[in-house]
Nanobody, 124 residues
Framework: QVQLVESGGGLVQPGGSLRLTCAAYGFTVDYYAVGWFRQAPGKEREVVSC????????YYIDPVKGRFIISRDNVKNTVYLRMASLKPEDTAVYYCAVAPYAPNCAKEDAYDYWGQGTQVTVSS
């Protein structure tokens, strides 16, 4: 059974850091595209960062470039999102997702499996 379990969210002050973890079960993440998405209150879900299935290249949306880092540990079968210099506008529920084939990993409709989400709140 394919399952993704996120953790690591929480309340953090502006300028702080968090590391989100997405543990995968029932398959290995090595050959999949992996992505982190977020949905803020009243807004549509958007891609934040992802790793392509074709060449392992990474993608970041402009607002998080230089602050977030996506990575994958194939031994632990886990995907991470390291977030630094957090801003109130980063507040959202963050989801990880995987796709068997997604050369363009930024396309949400390519993803077949989703985690349950973890809340990130940036506030003083």
């Amino acid at each position: 059974q394919v399952q993704l379990v996120e953790s690591g969210g929480g309340l953090v002050q502006p300028g702080g850091s968090l590391r989100l973890t997405c543990a995968a079960y029932g398959f290995t993440v090595d050959y999949y595209a992996v992505g982190w998405f977020r949905q803020a209150p009243g807004k549509e879900r958007e891609v934040v960062s992802c790793i392509s299935s074709s060449d392992g290249s990474t993608y970041y949306i402009d607002p998080v470039k230089g602050r977030f880092i996506i990575s994958r540990d194939n031994v632990k079968n886990t995907v991470y999102l390291r977030m630094a210099s957090l801003k109130p506008e980063d507040t959202a529920v963050y989801y990880c997702a995987v796709a068997p084939y997604a050369p363009n990993c930024a396309k949400e409709d390519a993803y077949d499996y989703w985690g349950q989400g973890t809340q990130v709140t940036v506030s003083s």
